[in-house]
C-alpha cells in the first residue's frame, strides 16, 4: 500500500524514475505476499462461478510475466540495474510457472550478465540468476559453483569493509 502510494506521489511529481521504482516494490509486495495478502485487494473466491482455479494462477502469472518484463524495460531506462535484475528474476520464476522455460532462461542470461561491473549486492544477484538458470538446465555442478561465486564475491566485500574499519578504528 505504501509502495502504491509512493508511486503515485511520485507520477504527480514528475518523477517517473522513482514512480517505476516504486512499481517495482509492488510487484516485488505481491510476488512475496500474494495479491490477496496486500492491502486493498481480496482473494477471489475459490471457484465460485465455475472458473478454473488452475486457469486463474495461469492467467495471473501470464499477467505478471508481462508486468516484471515491462518494468525492467523502465528500471533499465531509468538506471536502476539491480532493480532491473530484480524484476528479470522475477518474470523468470512467472515464465517457469506457465512452462515457458526458454523464456526464463533468456530472463535469467539478461540478469546474469554484467556481473563483473556489478556492484556487491548486484553482482550477487547475478551469480543468483546464473545458478538459477544452471539449474534449470538442470547443471547441477554449475549450479554450485554459481552460487559459491556469489557467496564469494559478498563475503569478499564483506572481509574489504572489515578491513576499513579496522584502518580507521
Not at 499477467?63 to 536502476?80: F, I, M, N, T, V
Amino acid at each position: 500500500e505504501l509502495a502504491q502510494a509512493a508511486a503515485r506521489l511520485f507520477q504527480q511529481q514528475h518523477r517517473p524514475g522513482w514512480a517505476t521504482r516504486a512499481a517495482h516494490l509492488c510487484v516485488l509486495a505481491e510476488a512475496l505476499l500474494g495479491a490477496s495478502a496486500l492491502p486493498g485487494t481480496t482473494a477471489a473466491p475459490a471457484d465460485l462461478a465455475g472458473e478454473n482455479t488452475e486457469q486463474r494462477a495461469r492467467q495471473s502469472s501470464a499477467a505478471a510475466l508481462r508486468r516484471s518484463r515491462e518494468l525492467a524495460k523502465q528500471l533499465a531506462a531509468h538506471g536502476w540495474q539491480e532493480s532491473e535484475r530484480e524484476a528479470l528474476i522475477a518474470a523468470s520464476g512467472h515464465a517457469v510457472a506457465l512452462g515457458r522455460t526458454r523464456t526464463a532462461l533468456e530472463l535469467l542470461d539478461c540478469a546474469a550478465a554484467g556481473r563483473a561491473k556489478a556492484s556487491v549486492a548486484g553482482a550477487a544477484g547475478a551469480w543468483y540468476a546464473l545458478a538459477a538458470a544452471r539449474a534449470l538446465r538442470s547443471d547441477r555442478a554449475g549450479t554450485w559453483r554459481a552460487l559459491e561465486r556469489g557467496i564469494a564475491t559478498v563475503e569478499a566485500a564483506r572481509s574489504l569493509a572489515g578491513c576499513t574499519e579496522m584502518q580507521v578504528g
